[in-house]
């Protein structure tokens, strides 16, 4: 953790000054970041590996109460990715993750590219998102785990990617863990695009914390070192005042940090539209 401590920099103290920082950048990003919501099946290419997309316009256009969002395949998810498969990430270099870690995706939607990106390189990769995803979220792991598992370096398949619902404003965290056998807790918990209105900030925020938390517990309860979970968020900056509600809700939980420009796949990098931040529960939390 040092290691990628020191290669972060400087944590995040002045909220006002992240935010003016960022949105202060040129983007030449207009769009809300959907690939395309139109088509049924979405072709994908991540560093050389081609991914089939199924998606659900007419999900995606429904009326559906608690909304539809995760239905669409988003920028931040396939950037996030992009900058996964590089051989220098920072995440694999400073040993934060390896083949041993247990990583949490909260917020999945349905395109099941992360698990396919991570979960040859991880132990285990749990993907979470509502109950109305699941079932196409888990046919796009399975018929793209398919297709490349021939050229993956990795035997690892699908059979270590789960996919379980979890509600940010229903579920219990440390039960959802117990219930699920995922205690202590992930390794790192990771998110991409999850926040774009102010309703979802406060449960995204207190369902990372508890998840934080529970894995600190259950660690100090064995007798174990207490190594902390890694939250990850990855976003599309699109409105000032709800990134500035999130990163003051989030900061006030976490200590934070924002991954530097030359630690980031060009899709990420400054002036693309796009951040990612870094959180460590506090103590206090």
Same mark, same amino acid.
């Given at each position: 953790m040092d290691a990628l401590l020191a290669t972060l920099g400087d944590e995040i103290q002045d909220v006002d000054e992240e935010v003016y920082d960022l949105f202060s950048q040129s983007s030449s990003l207009e769009d809300l970041g959907m690939l395309n919501s139109k088509t049924a099946v979405l072709d994908v290419n991540i560093a050389g590996r081609d991914f089939e997309i199924t998606q659900s316009p007419g999900l995606l256009e429904s009326?559906?109460?608690?909304?539809?969002?995760?239905? &669409?395949?988003? %920028? $931040?998810?396939?950037?996030? !990715?992009?900058?996964?498969?590089?051989?220098?990430?920072?995440?694999f270099t400073s040993a934060v993750l390896n083949s041993e870690s247990t990583v949490l995706e909260l917020g999945a939607g349905i395109s099941g590219i992360l698990p396919c990106i991570l979960g040859p390189k991880v132990d285990k990769f749990v993907?979470?998102?509502?109950?109305?995803?699941?079932? &196409? +979220?888990? $046919?796009?792991?399975?018929?793209?785990?398919r297709a490349t598992r021939s050229s993956s370096k990795s035997k690892r398949s699908d059979t270590n990617v789960r996919v379980l619902p979890l509600d940010w404003e229903t579920d219990d965290a440390s039960s959802f863990l117990h219930s699920n056998g995922l205690?202590?807790?992930?390794?790192?918990?990771? /998110? *991409?695009?999850?926040?774009?209105?102010? /309703?979802?900030?406060?449960?995204?925020? %207190?369902? *990372? !914390?508890?998840?934080?938390?529970?894995? #600190?517990?259950?660690?100090?309860?064995?007798?174990?070192? $207490?190594?902390?979970?890694?939250?990850?968020?990855? %976003?599309? +900056? #699109?409105? /000032?005042?709800?990134?500035?509600?999130?990163?003051?809700?989030?900061?006030?939980?976490?200590?934070?940090?924002?991954?530097?420009?030359? %630690? +980031?796949?060009?899709? +990420?990098?400054?002036?693309?539209?796009? !951040?990612?931040?870094?959180?460590?529960?506090?103590?206090?939390?």
């Amino acid at each position: 953790m040092d290691a990628l401590l020191a290669t972060l920099g400087d944590e995040i103290q002045d909220v006002d000054e992240e935010v003016y920082d960022l949105f202060s950048q040129s983007s030449s990003l207009e769009d809300l970041g959907m690939l395309n919501s139109k088509t049924a099946v979405l072709d994908v290419n991540i560093a050389g590996r081609d991914f089939e997309i199924t998606q659900s316009p007419g999900l995606l256009e429904s009326q559906r109460e608690g909304g539809t969002t995760g239905a &669409a395949v988003w %920028q $931040s998810t396939v950037r996030c !990715a992009e900058w996964m498969e590089t051989t220098d990430n920072v995440l694999f270099t400073s040993a934060v993750l390896n083949s041993e870690s247990t990583v949490l995706e909260l917020g999945a939607g349905i395109s099941g590219i992360l698990p396919c990106i991570l979960g040859p390189k991880v132990d285990k990769f749990v993907c979470t998102d509502q109950a109305y995803t699941l079932k &196409a +979220l888990q $046919s796009n792991i399975t018929s793209n785990t398919r297709a490349t598992r021939s050229s993956s370096k990795s035997k690892r398949s699908d059979t270590n990617v789960r996919v379980l619902p979890l509600d940010w404003e229903t579920d219990d965290a440390s039960s959802f863990l117990h219930s699920n056998g995922l205690s202590p807790g992930p390794d790192m918990i990771i /998110a *991409c695009d999850c926040i774009y209105n102010y /309703a979802l900030i406060r449960p995204f925020v %207190q369902t *990372c !914390a508890d998840l934080s938390k529970a894995r #600190r517990v259950a660690l100090e309860a064995a007798e174990m070192p $207490s190594v902390p979970t890694l939250c990850i968020v990855v %976003q599309q +900056l #699109r409105q /000032a005042e709800v990134f500035e509600q999130w990163v003051t809700t989030f900061h006030q939980f976490f200590h934070v940090w924002r991954v530097p420009s030359d %630690q +980031l796949s060009v899709g +990420l990098q400054d002036g693309s539209g796009f !951040a990612v931040h870094i959180g460590l529960l506090r103590e206090e939390s």
